[in-house]
């Protein structure tokens, strides 16, 4: 924990890209996410810049507004 806050504070980076850290999670969560994997694949091919949120989320940006759906449908 200790080590994650420091971390994020001091806003890692690698060749200019921001490092995010994440906690390890459930092998619930970890299944919930992987059944977004088909909808992620489709918003980056579009280039919507998606993202998994903690727990199994999904959001994404979408004429500068970020839209965040809590399951599939």
């Known amino acids: 924990e200790k080590i ?3 971390a994020r ?5 690698y060749k200019g890209t921001p490092i995010r850290l994440s906690a390890d999670f459930s092998a619930e969560t970890l299944q919930g996410r992987r059944e977004w994997n088909d909808i992620f694949k ?3 091919d579009k280039n919507l810049q998606p993202r998994i949120l903690y727990p199994a989320k999904i959001s994404f940006k ?3 507004e970020i839209k965040t759906f809590p399951d599939k449908n």
């Open 62 to 64: 979408y004429d500068g």
């Open 4 to 6: 994650l806050r420091t």
């Open 9 to 13: 504070q001091k806003k890692l980076t």
């Open 42 to 44: 489709n918003l980056k």
